[in-house]
Nanobody, 127 residues
C-alpha cells in the first residue's frame, strides 16, 4: 500500500506560481509511475502530468505544457508539480496518484488504472 499526501495548494493571482508536493509513505515512489490530475467543480477528473517509474520520461496535458513541470526527489520520497504562469482556468482540486507499470519507462494519462490516490489540494487562481 502507498499512502499519498498532497500539499502546497492555495490562492494565487493569475500569472503566479505554486509548487505542489505529493509525499508518499508505505512504499518507495520510484517503484511507481506517478501522475497529477485535477478536477474543477462540475467537471470530470483530468490528466495534468505524469512521470514514469524510471523518472526518465514525463508527459503533460497540452493545456499545461511549457508551464508545469513534474519532478521527483527520491530521498524525500516526494513528487512535485511546479506550476508557473497560472491562469483562472487552472483552478481545481489537484490530486496525485500512483500505479504500478510493467516497464520502467511506461506512463499513463488515464485516470483508470491508478491504484493509489491522495486526498487532493485546492488551487485557486484569481484574475
Amino acid at each position: 500500500q502507498v499512502q499519498l499526501v498532497e500539499s502546497g495548494g492555495g490562492l494565487v493571482q493569475a500569472g503566479g506560481s505554486l509548487r505542489l508536493s505529493c509525499a508518499a509513505s508505505g512504499r518507495t515512489l520510484s517503484n511507481y509511475a506517478v501522475g497529477w490530475f485535477r478536477q474543477a467543480p462540475g467537471k470530470a477528473r483530468a490528466f495534468v502530468a505524469v512521470m514514469s517509474r524510471s523518472g526518465a520520461r514525463t508527459y503533460y496535458a497540452d493545456s499545461v505544457k511549457g508551464r508545469f513541470t513534474i519532478s521527483r526527489d527520491n530521498a524525500k520520497n516526494t513528487v512535485y508539480l511546479q506550476m508557473n504562469s497560472l491562469s483562472p482556468e487552472d483552478t481545481a482540486a489537484y490530486y496525485c496518484a500512483a500505479r504500478r507499470t510493467g516497464s520502467s519507462d511506461s506512463y499513463f494519462s488515464l485516470v483508470l488504472g491508478y491504484e493509489y490516490w491522495g486526498q487532493g489540494t485546492q488551487v485557486t487562481v484569481s484574475s
